[in-house]
């Protein structure tokens, strides 16, 4: 994100209302389900590889979105 100068608030922003541009798939390495966006976000429209990590309560660990990348691209 830092080095295509792409802010948390434009990530979020196109999270809110994004849409698949590669379906999510299951990482057997990474016990993910891991997956690409795209969508509007302020000025630029965004596409975000991203991994969902799926726990469960006994294992201590929080669920989260992890943003892998993110490029500019034109729609």
Known sequence: MLA???TRAQVINS???CRFFEEPFWSP???NWQMT?????MD???RVA?????TTEDDGEANYIAVIT???VEN
């Open 4 to 6: 295509r100068k792409v």
């Open 15 to 17: 999270l809110e209302r």
């Open 29 to 31: 390495g990474h016990r």
């Open 37 to 41: 966006v795209e969508a509007p976000s």
């Open 44 to 46: 630029d429209w965004l």
């Open 50 to 54: 991203l991994s969902l990590n799926n």
């Open 70 to 72: 993110v490029i500019r």
